[in-house]
């Protein structure tokens, strides 16, 4: 079945997510705050391209956003042009933004009071997933609008959780990236150690990717120059998932754990670290996150 879908908000991650839900045979309309990106993605896949969000919204039967922080969110859902202006009764809106879990509440208490649906949504695995199709959805929302949007959001991803009601999506990514955070730093760690030691990080790599200090970051994303062809630790960390965007992660990660008074001693280390590697060089909060590894050297 094909629907009427909006995009609003084509970075490196909206940019090919708009564009599998075009390929998956939708009717897409897209907006961006810079116009000559969303006009590149009309030429690149089908679609229309809006001048608002309040434009791109109007009629949808799904809208998505895709922005940078819960100010950018606020601006293209209840801003003086935003998608709230304009959504209709009965669509879902889908909030793929990494953002907190209250703007999460908000948002969904102002969707109810207008008689529409509303997911958050924010998505893990980063740009290759992104690229490849096999994103990971952490949803927050009604059962209802969860099974209301599997079908678009199949388009896009690999792995659809629903982890509990509006805020939940939120509350799961950020917990997740934490994670992320204090294994890679800890992986960057340890593999530097053993260079120091004399070891080829080659070796160790698949020496403790075999045994229990096995994890993602060893398998899939190896923070040493030379270990992964394909990966931004070999490209002087160019690309992927930039410092700058797992600070504000670690950031919304420490603001949670403050106000639920959890426990959070190697989250708030990660965050500190990250916060040592970004004022380490000019450029550095525009380097991938792997490049922690340089903190150790």
Known sequence: MSYKVSFIGLGVMGYPMAGYISKAGHNVTVY???KSKAEKWIKDYKGQLAET???AAKDADFVFTCV???KDLEEVTIGKNG???SIKKGSVYIDNTTASANIARKLYTSAKAHGFGFLDAPVSGGVG?????TLAFMCGGTLQAFQTAQPVLAAMGANIFRAGDAGAGQTAKICNNMLLAVHMAGTAEALQM???NGLDPKVLSEIMRKSSGGNWSLEKYNPYPGVMPDVPA???YGGGFMVRLMLKDLGLAAAAGAASQSTTPMGDQAYA?????RDSAEDAEDKDFSSILRVFQ
């Open 234 to 236: 070999s490209n002087d």
């Open 273 to 277: 670290l990250y916060q040592q590697l």
């Open 32 to 34: 961006n705050r810079t």
């Open 53 to 55: 969000p309040k434009d």
């Open 194 to 196: 053993g260079v120091n």
């Open 68 to 70: 940078g922080n819960d």
């Open 83 to 85: 998608l709230y202006n």
């Open 129 to 133: 997933a992104a690229v490849a199709g």
